[in-house]
């Protein structure tokens, strides 16, 4: 499929208007949201940027976010949104109970991993398209872990990886989000994704900012 048929093949789920309740229920189709995963890359930082600060003070929903990392040096995203968000901000460890509330990073130089007990697991494994951490990992063990209780948004980028993740979700029951590929910095992933799936909603960023607080509020 080209990009041309893929951006016009995501006409019916696009969001253009200003993002109701109603809409997100109807998208929801009865899902109760257990964890949100928000994948990137090229751009990703500046989107997270304008994402996060919709989320607010009491939330709780844990939130994974992976971008990918240059692999020989430390990770500070958790620092940098720490002093910005009103909710607990912490680099995902090894082993940890993955806590309600928290938004959680993928550190440099490891996949990160959701086990079925809900804990984090991180490994050496080799990169997956060319990254590591890489987002299809997190995802795809994350849709394992929560099922169809899993939101996934998936973000600007410059290569195809989140697009399996996102496939493996959509196939578990859970709620996908693409970025409206002609809102992002760089569209490469969010147009393979909609190659592969079609999501319950595309959206530019300032939807998935009003979109964040409401995966908690709306139940089935």
Do not use: W
């Not at 240059?70 to 607990?88: H, I, N």
């Amino acid at each position: 499929m080209s990009d041309t048929q893929a951006r016009a093949g995501r006409s019916d789920a696009t969001q253009a208007a200003p993002l109701s309740r109603a809409q997100v229920r109807a998208a929801l189709g009865g899902r109760r949201i257990e964890a949100v995963v928000i994948g990137g890359s090229a751009g990703g930082v500046d989107a997270l940027v304008a994402l996060l600060p919709g989320i607010p003070a009491g939330y709780t929903l844990p939130v994974f976010c992976i971008l990918h990392l240059p692999g020989d040096r430390e990770s500070r995203l958790a620092e940098l949104f720490d002093d910005r968000l009103p909710v607990p901000v912490r680099e995902a460890v090894d082993k940890a109970p993955i806590a309600p509330g928290t938004i959680y990073f993928a550190g440099s130089g490891y996949h990160l991993s959701v086990e079925q007990d809900r804990t984090f697991s991180l490994s050496c494994e080799p990169p997956v398209a060319f990254a590591r951490p890489a987002i299809d990992v997190l995802m795809e063990s994350a849709a394992d872990a929560y099922g169809s209780g899993l939101a996934a948004i998936l973000l600007t980028g410059a290569n195809h990886d989140g697009a399996a993740g996102m496939a493996a979700i959509h196939a578990g029951g859970g709620f996908t989000v693409v970025q409206d590929p002609n809102d992002a910095q760089v569209p490469t992933m969010p147009l393979e994704a909609l190659r592969r799936i079609k999501p319950n909603l595309v959206l530019p960023l300032a939807a998935i900012h009003a979109l964040l607080p409401m995966l908690e509020t709306e139940e089935p």
